[in-house]
């Protein structure tokens, strides 16, 4: 079982940056693909970015050039640098944990999930 714990969640304002990560104590972390995901009100969950074990990189086209995920696999957390925050960014993130090979951006694809934490930006 792989536990996630996410924070760095808050209130800002447009175009402001956040960075919310995301930790396991899980030693064979570096093994897994990481993706957030987030869920806005009224909405289904929605793929954001990805990283595999080998620091491939995939982007939802909404993100690109906002939005970087990166990982440290030493400290067991991924991060979701995210700049140029606008009002369509305001969801619950979700950081979840794959072993497949590859990046996925298919949430069923993904075993493990944290709780998630709430971005909201207001305009």
């Known amino acids: 079982q792989v536990q996630l714990v996410e924070s760095g969640g808050g209130l800002v304002q447009a175009g402001d940056s956040l960075r919310l990560s995301c930790t396991t104590s899980?030693?064979?972390?570096?093994?897994?693909?990481m993706g957030w995901f987030r869920q806005a009100p009224g909405k289904e969950r929605e793929f954001v970015v990805a990283i595999t074990w080998g620091g491939s990189r995939t982007s939802a086209d909404s993100v690109k050039g906002r939005f970087t995920i990166s990982r440290d696999d030493a400290k067991n957390t991924v991060y979701l640098q995210m700049n140029k925050l606008e009002p369509e960014d305001t969801a619950v993130y979700y950081c979840?944990?794959?072993?497949?090979?590859?990046?996925?951006?298919?949430?069923?694809?993904?075993?493990?999930w944290g709780q998630g934490t709430q971005v909201t930006v207001s305009s």
């Open positions: 899980r030693r064979t972390f570096s093994r897994y693909t």
């Open positions: 979840a944990a794959t072993g497949r090979t590859g990046v996925s951006m298919r949430s069923d694809h993904y075993t493990y």
